[in-house]
C-alpha cells in the first residue's frame, strides 16, 4: 500500500507540473485552450492569471516531490500538508468553476491521502 500512495503522489506532482506547462506557457495556444475549453479572446485576456496560477500548481508539484525526498518523518507529512492543499483547491474549483476539477484534482488527492494515512 506504500508504494501505490508514493507512486500516486508522484502521479499528482506529475498532474500539477502538466498544469504549470498548460497554464504558464501553452495557454494562448490551441492546445491549451482545448484543454480547458477557452476561446482565444479569453485565452489572450486571462493569460497572466491563467500564468500566476500555472506558479501555484508549480508549488504544489514541488511541494509533493520534496514529500516524496525527503526522509521521515518529514517526508510523509509534507505529502500530507500538499495533498490536503490539491484536495482543498480541487473542491474548490469543482464548486467554482467546473465539476470536471473534482476528478481530475480532488478525487485522486484524497485516494492519495487515504492511501498515504493506511500505509
Known sequence: MHTAALLLVGLIAALH??????????????????????????????AVLAANQGLYNGFLAAGLVWGLLAPDPTGPQVQVFFLCCVLAAGLYGSLTVTRRILYVQALPAAAALVLLLAA
Do not use: H, I
Open 17 to 46: 507540473l502538466y498544469f504549470l506547462v498548460l497554464e504558464m506557457f501553452l495557454w494562448r495556444t490551441p492546445r491549451g485552450r482545448r484543454a480547458f475549453g477557452t476561446t482565444q479572446e479569453f485565452a489572450d485576456a486571462s
